[in-house]
Each structure stands twice: as structure tokens, then as C-alpha cells.
Nanobody
Framework: QVQLVESGGGLVQPGGSLRLSCAASGSIRRTNSMGWYRQAPGKQRELVATVTRGGNTNYADSVKGRFTISRDNAKNTVYLQMNSLQPDDTAVYYC??????????????WGQGTQVTVSS
């Protein structure tokens, strides 16, 4: 069983910044890809950014140049630094991670979500 716990969401004015954190815990042998997704009201969940264990990153076009994803492998933690936030960034942000709990046992887990609201 692998649990992901997010923190750092909140209310921010347009142009402001927030930093999200997500820590994975449980029977983790190795985490591979970690990432962030978001879901706005009435819309489907969409990818925001992912990072591999080796540090390769992938971003949605809408956040390139504004958001930065990073991770600490020793802590099984992924971060999302969000700058120049806009009202369109308002959504529930979900953390995702996959990896191994054993030699052959894989996991793919989601966090409970954290609300980010960008409004004046």
C-alpha cells in the first residue's frame, strides 16, 4: 500500500506563486515517474507535469515557463513550483506516482488532491 499526501494549495492572487509538495509513503521499493495533474470544475483531469527518477521532465504547454517540477528521490517527494498563476490555473491538483513495492510488484497511486484557487 502506497499513500500520497499533498500539501501547499490555497488561494492566491493572479500573478502570485504557490509551491505544492507530495510525499509518498508505505511499502516503496522504488519510485519511478512522479507527477502532477489537475482537474477544473466541469473539465477532465489533465497532465500538468511529470518527472522521471533520473530528472527528465515533461510539461503541459499551458504551464511551460511558469511551473517547475522537481523531486527528492531520497524522500520520495515531488514538488511543483507555480509562478505567474492565472485564474485558468484554478483546479484541484493531484499527485501521482508509480514504481515498485517489491521485485515484481508495481504500484500507481494518486493523492487526495489539493485545491488551488487563483482569484483577486
Amino acid at each position: 500500500q502506497v499513500q500520497l499526501v499533498e500539501s501547499g494549495g490555497g488561494l492566491v492572487q493572479p500573478g502570485g506563486s504557490l509551491r505544492l509538495s507530495c510525499a509518498a509513503s508505505g511499502s516503496i521499493r522504488r519510485t519511478n515517474s512522479m507527477g502532477w495533474y489537475r482537474q477544473a470544475p466541469g473539465k477532465q483531469r489533465e497532465l500538468v507535469a511529470t518527472v522521471t527518477r533520473g530528472g527528465n521532465t515533461n510539461y503541459a504547454d499551458s504551464v511551460k515557463g511558469r511551473f517547475t517540477i522537481s523531486r527528492d528521490n531520497a524522500k520520495n517527494t515531488v514538488y511543483l513550483q507555480m509562478n505567474s498563476l492565472q485564474p485558468d490555473d484554478t483546479a484541484v491538483y493531484y499527485c501521482n506516482a508509480d514504481g515498485l513495492t517489491g521485485v515484481y510488484d508495481v504500484f500507481n497511486s494518486w493523492g487526495q488532491g489539493t485545491q488551488v484557487t487563483v482569484s483577486s
